[in-house]
């Protein structure tokens, strides 16, 4: 499977990270990349940058050593109701809104509520993916997920380092939702969750979940610019096009 973007990637910024952006860049670009987006966490994040951090993204030239440059951010889910940790102001000038459960900010609940709180955060009308969905931290009800992102017309990732070095244990979980996305015909992406500039647009361990669950790139939005900009363009919400 080929890919022309990697849609969540994070830069010092997001306070455990390492890269610049020009660092990112450069690797996209070695890598054959067309586009990442550049998606750090959201201030609720400890460390996390401030609020101005993503209205002032507008500086970052739209394209870079040939990478078209997503202006985004990787927002925290609060609370059950599905609230970010950005204002709708800004969010509505992001170019791609992920959405997550992490530890520190969304509260750890029953499977139920993890998964009233995943769905409540794709009813958000801002919200373009969610990421990570098979992270045992946060266990869910699968077919609800799946379902409810089809409904809600939002994207699921399969995260690469969920399934390299970080949230051990997502693995059987991402085998599932992979799965279900499958059967029930929710759009994936795949993202590197890069924290530093070597792993930028690296997909292997992912490609080898969508292999094993027999899902082809038309299913996959990342396979495509095309792809890509219709998900993004669904949202009449912004406040610029892409």
């Known amino acids: 499977m080929q890919f022309v973007a ?5 830069t010092v910024a997001s306070g455990h990270a390492y890269s610049t952006v020009l660092e990112i860049a450069r690797a996209a670009a070695d890598r054959k990349l067309a586009m990442i987006a550049l998606t750090d966490h959201g201030p609720g994040m400890p460390g996390g940058p401030h609020p101005y951090h993503f209205s002032n993204q507008v500086v970052i ?5 040939g990478v078209r440059i997503l202006k985004g951010i990787e927002a925290n889910v609060m609370d059950r109701d599905g609230r970010l940790d950005l204002d709708e102001g800004r969010l509505a000038k992001m170019d791609i809104v992920l959405a997550g459960l992490h530890t520190h900010c969304a509260p750890y609940g029953t ?7 995943m769905i409540n955060a794709m009813k958000n009308p801002w919200v373009d993916v ?6 045992p931290e946060y266990q869910v009800d699968p077919e609800a997920v799946v379902k409810a992102a089809v409904h809600y017309d939002v994207a699921l990732e399969i995260n690469n380092s969920s399934l390299t070095v970080s949230r051990r244990g997502s ?15 929710a759009k994936l992406i795949v993202g590197s969750d890069s924290h530093f500039a070597w792993s930028v647009g690296d997909f292997g361990a992912a490609t080898a979940l969508l292999a094993a669950e027999g899902i082809g790139p038309e299913m996959v939005l990342n396979t495509s610019l095309e792809r890509i900009y219709a998900h993004l363009r669904r949202r009449t919400n912004r406040r610029h096009s892409l």
């Open 111 to 117: 499977v139920e509520e993890n998964t009233t709180m």
């Open 61 to 65: 030239p739209a394209e870079l050593f």
């Open 171 to 185: 693995a059987p979980h991402c085998h599932t939702i992979a799965g279900l996305a499958k059967t029930y015909g």
């Open 130 to 135: 969610i990421v990570h969905p098979g992270n």
């Open 6 to 10: 990697d849609l969540h990637v994070h």
